[in-house]
């Protein structure tokens, strides 16, 4: 049977994700964020883009956030960095992280898979976005549901 939004996360899972994300963002100037919804009505990879949009992710200094967009009923999920991003890194950039996920999401380890590829996406962000002297969180590091 299918899980909702509500119950795809324990309170606590929602919490070591969030920590994660803090943790990723330490070294680096990106912004990751992690966004839920039931079901995705349109293709995934659009959807992604409007919700980049509707959390003003493109409102980083840099234009280096990152989205993480899973659609929990369908089994879907998708990565989506903003322009600052593509321009600096190779087409497979997002590989790494996105099987990352995948591989914890098909035993059922949803957590974890958020968590292994926070950090992995953190790691691989430092690279071409080290964090800066003053590297303010531009970004609610909380999970954002639809």
Known sequence: MSQDVEAFL???EEQEIVEAIRIAEKNTSGEIRVHLENTCNTPIELRTLE??????MNNTKQRNGVLIYVAVMDHK??????????KVVP???WDDTKNTIQNHF???????GLVDGILQA???LKVHFPSQSDNPNQLSNTISKG
């Open 77 to 86: 999920f998708c990565i989506y960095g903003d322009l600052g991003i593509n």
């Open 51 to 56: 919700v980049f949009s509707l959390l003003k």
């Open 122 to 124: 953190g790691q691989e």
């Open 91 to 93: 087409n497979n950039f």
């Open 10 to 12: 324990t309170t606590i």
């Open 106 to 112: 098909k035993k059922g380890h949803f957590k974890q």
